[in-house]
């Protein structure tokens, strides 16, 4: 079956832009989470949906905001970007996100702002 | 928060040899942890993971070992080849305030395999 697939795969964006990326998990996964994948910060979490339901947040500022629609699809938004906001920006789909459920992870979105 | 570490930012190995690679996590909490592998242009791909009442889970050649006494968790890869030349990530589990669990990743250590 079809993996995760993230949309665009690469974007570019000018400083205080905003921008939307995408996320269809697989068939059947519940469980979206976002990450932001940085060469000083590596990988971190953002947020985690389940059925339409922001369940888990990370440490990021509220430019940061997401959604899952009833198809589990989801979108991650940034409003007001900075220049580090640059990254690869990773979303993940499990079944139902419980400790032993294996992730799968899309390819990610490279953002670049400029 | 806690973090998860690593202590070698770059490994390099001849093809053939067994791989190393360690992990150093804070939280004494975290009950499950797992291994990723990512490679250029891709995203993090599970190879192994493990429960906190567990030693040690062999897979397809690797092993990962926990150990609770000193918070250090290593990936062992046997007989590597150039396929494994990727960037390696340990990660805990935590449960989250939402009730689901969520992963912390480490800083990723890069494998080199040298034909």
């Known amino acids: 079956k079809a993996g995760v697939t993230q949309t665009p795969r690469y974007l570019i964006k000018t400083r205080g832009q905003q921008v939307t990326l995408s996320c269809s998990p697989i068939?059947?996964?519940?469980?979206v989470s976002w990450y932001q994948q940085t060469p000083g910060q590596g990988l971190q979490f953002l947020f985690e949906?389940?059925?339409?339901?922001?369940?888990n947040k990370g440490n990021f500022p509220g430019r940061f905001s997401g959604r899952q629609f009833s198809n589990s699809r989801s979108e991650m938004n940034v409003s007001t970007l900075e220049l580090g906001d640059s990254a690869l920006y990773l979303c993940?789909?499990?079944?139902?996100?419980?400790?032993?459920?294996?992730?799968?992870f899309g390819q990610g979105t490279r953002l670049t702002v400029v | 928060g806690e973090s998860v570490g690593l202590h070698l930012p770059t490994l390099s190995v001849q093809e053939g040899d067994n791989s190393i690679i360690n992990c150093a996590y804070s939280?004494?909490?975290?009950?499950?942890f797992i291994w990723y592998k990512q490679e250029s242009g891709k995203g993090p791909q599970f190879i192994i993971d493990?429960?906190?009442?567990?030693d040690k889970r062999q897979g397809q050649r690797v092993t990962v070992l926990l150990n609770k006494t000193v918070k250090h968790l290593s990936l062992q890869i046997a007989a590597t080849q150039p396929g494994d030349s990727a960037v390696y990530f340990c990660?805990?589990?935590?449960?989250?305030?939402?009730?689901?669990?969520?992963?912390?990743f480490g800083r990723g250590t890069s494998l080199i395999v040298h034909p």
């Open positions: 993940a789909s499990s079944l139902q996100g419980t400790m032993n459920t294996e992730a799968f």
């Open positions: 068939s059947g996964h519940r469980s």
């Open positions: 949906y389940f059925s339409e339901t922001q369940r």
């Open positions: 939280n004494s909490a975290s009950d499950y």
């Open positions: 493990i429960r906190s009442n567990m």
């Open positions: 990660a805990e589990k935590e449960r989250g305030s939402g009730g689901s669990y969520i992963p912390t």
